[in-house]
């Protein structure tokens, strides 16, 4: 089930409790977690930085985009222009990895 954020953004409400779970094992602890997704706007919102790897055999790094966002991240935070423009920035390294 999904309910509006503004935007035109849906949010996917059974995947909330998911997202704050992931986010209570990250906030306030040292170290490395690595999680892997297909869905930019996921990266966005879980994560500090977003590695792009290219779309074609053999996989590289494209490049390595800082989030710069703060770690208090909800569903609103997806409304949000520094929210956007990291993932245009993901889509932005993706479109280039294909050319």
């Known amino acids: 089930m999904g309910r509006s954020v503004g935007l035109g953004v849906e949010f996917d409400t059974e995947r909330a409790g998911l997202y704050d779970r992931i986010r209570s094992f990250t906030v306030d602890?040292?170290?490395?977690?690595?999680?892997?997704?297909?869905?930019?706007?996921?990266?966005?919102?879980?994560?500090?930085?977003?590695?792009?790897?290219?779309?074609?055999?053999?996989?590289?790094?494209?490049d390595t985009i800082e989030v710069g966002i703060g770690r208090a991240r909800t569903a609103e935070t997806m409304t949000d222009p520094a929210f956007?423009?990291?993932?245009?920035?993901?889509?932005?390294?993706?479109?280039?990895?294909?050319?």
Do not use: F, K, M, N
């Not at 999680?35 to 996989?59: F, K, M, Q, R, W």
């Not at 956007?84 to 294909?98: F, K, Q």
């Open 29 to 62: 602890r040292v170290g490395l977690r690595i999680l892997v997704t297909h869905d930019t706007e996921e990266a966005v919102l879980l994560s500090d930085y977003v590695t792009v790897l290219s779309g074609v055999t053999p996989t590289a790094v494209v």
């Open 84 to 99: 956007r423009s990291a993932v245009a920035r993901i889509w932005d390294a993706l479109e280039s990895s294909t050319r």
